[in-house]
């Protein structure tokens, strides 16, 4: 990436409240959707980041 492109990116972020790589992400995302390219999400119990971490009990064990 040339650094006016890096710059731009770098005000739109400052514009928007958000940290330039956190603006890249969000571009590449709206990108991603508008082409219809952005994997389904999974929906229902056990989906999210903690999907497939071992559970607590009750005692936090």
Do not use: C, H, V
């Not at 790589?21 to 389904?40: C, D, F, H, T």
């Amino acid at each position: 990436m040339d650094s006016e492109m890096y710059d731009a990116i770098e005000r739109w972020a400052a514009d928007e409240f958000r940290s330039t790589n956190g603006q890249i992400e969000w571009i590449l995302s709206e990108a991603l959707k508008k082409a219809g390219r952005l994997p389904k999400k999974k929906t229902g119990a056990g989906a999210g980041k903690d999907a497939g971490a071992p559970a607590k009990t009750e005692d936090g064990q």
